[in-house]
């Protein structure tokens, strides 16, 4: 080889008016005695900037002059850059088909693969070039080689890319199963990047509907997840299975990929079609531990038709206990969410661990959401009795979520100045909260505003007894008025609060229909009790406080 041409950071003469397309420059370098095979930094000769200009001409006087013996010239035709490209590769490429049918009559290797495992086939392809491809697809060129590190072949580029019409070209004589890497097939292509008429074609030639990669994810779990709408539905229409586990890890369907990102159209789709055994099933997952996610519209939609908020347990599976649970972990630190107000005023069961995020804060918004949708029930009703309208609008507490509404309520009276009169207004009973440890911790302002709701006189004597330790200690100031028995006023409004129910004297107008002069309203309401204000102090995030609550908690009170 003559390498008395070859430059560092440019073309030889001769490549250099190749490139130019001029054929009677390259004719005049030649007659000169200037070679056609100098090469640059790049590894190109003049035939490889001929083909790439697409001037067949000077395709035509190169390959001549380079034509000695047949073997030497069929080694020139079939050189390669630095980077495994020939000529042929070139012009295929870019789409010079009269250079591409030159080429391949002077012996250019049709299946010539690059450095990276292209070819010019899936140059072709790449380029959109629908002549170049029809051509060497007629010559015979390897139509199901794999190309690239991926492992693609013509037909996943040609989907990828969504040329229809090359599409159709190769459906005829490629391998509609064929695999990449990861086990995809063109069909699963076209569903991931919503080429609709590409997977209508795909599907017409037979291919799979319910491929699955090596992931087990199948066609219409990606484009459920992608949000492409009409290959969501011409995949259900051409018998895509809807309840085909598409997960190694957990039994996750199509429809769970929708509720997660929130396709609503989609979404709506495949609730018709999905088997509700994943809603409540064991060893299944709801679709709503992956609507809350921030998804509150998909959270919205499952529960208006009839997808159960309390779901089932999934901590053997996700590590998750309920969809509520869930959501108030993902907004721990923030107010509640949109999907846990959607949750609760459904009538999600509510766990000591849900109950935590709402009594163990200083903030009472979720507790005041809870409140809104749950009423706590008098000591003596009965389940199917209503006490009020207002009762028939909220879901009654059960009686194993008012257990652990104790519960947790005992254990934080900490954080009492900020539920207690939260609890009290609602209707819960007071004396419910007269245990010894409520007590013992209890804030003085906090201690002495639950008194108010109750006749301290009739306290038991160990209450009495912790009660008048603390006086000694001086952690607790009482009121004067504790030191006697109580007032007939304060009997008076408790008795009251006993006939009427302490919720419907608490929350309702009913105070106001009652005949007594308007400045009692305040009194019978309890609002003349001034409530004390919480004394901040550093607590560990309710995340944490959760699992030290599991690992220490004992039940302090049992109804």
Known sequence: MDFTECYSDTVSIVAAAARSGCRAQVQKLIRRGFSVKSRDNRGWNALHEAAAAGSKDCVREILSAAAGCSRSSRAYVNSLTHEGESAFYLAAQRGHLSVVKLLLKAHANVDQPTNDLSCPLYAAVDGGHKEIVEYLVSKGAEVNGTHTASCWTCLHQAVYKGYIEIVHILVSVCHLEALDDHKITPLFVAAQYGQQKCLEILIDAGANVNAQAADLATPLMIASQEGHVGCVALLLDHGADPNLTCSCDWPQLPIHAAAEFGHIGILNRLIAVTDRVCDRGLGMVSPLYLAVRKQSKSVELLLREGYSSDAQDCTHILGLRSPLSFALFLTSDEPYSESVRLLIAAGATLSEDDLMYALSTEKTDLLQLI?????????????????????????????????????????????????????????????????????????????????????????????????????????????????????????????????????????????????????????????????????????????????????????????
């Not at 207002?390 to 879901?395: F, G, L, M, P």
């Not at 507490?397 to 009276?413: F, G, H, N, P, T």
């Not at 911790?441 to 108010?452: I, Q, R, T």
């Not at 107008?509 to 550093?538: A, G, K, W």
């Open 371 to 559: 409140l809104q949708h749950r009423w706590i029930p008098r000591p003596d009703w009965k389940r199917g009795t209503i006490s009020s309208p207002e009762h028939a609008k909220r879901t009654v507490l059960k009686l194993q979520e008012l257990r652990e509404l104790m519960c947790v309520a005992l254990s934080e009276v900490h954080f009492a100045a900020c539920w207690l009169p939260l609890l009290l207004q609602a209707g819960l009973e007071p004396s419910l909260l007269l245990q010894p440890n409520m007590l013992e911790e209890a804030d003085g302002g906090v201690l002495n505003y639950l008194l108010e709701f109750v006749n301290w006189s009739t306290l038991s004597p160990s209450l009495k007894l912790i009660l008048h330790q603390r006086k000694e200690e001086k952690t607790w100031t009482p009121h004067a008025h504790f030191e006697c028995v109580p007032c007939l006023s304060h009997l008076c409004r408790l008795k009251v609060r006993e006939i009427l129910g302490s919720d419907v004297l608490m929350r309702t107008d009913v105070v106001q229909q009652l005949p007594v002069p308007v400045n009692l309203y305040s009194y019978i309401q309890f609002t003349d009790i001034q409530q004390t204000s919480y004394t901040h102090s550093p607590h560990p995030p309710v995340s944490q406080r959760i699992q030290g609550y599991r690992s220490t908690h004992k039940h302090r009170h049992v109804l």
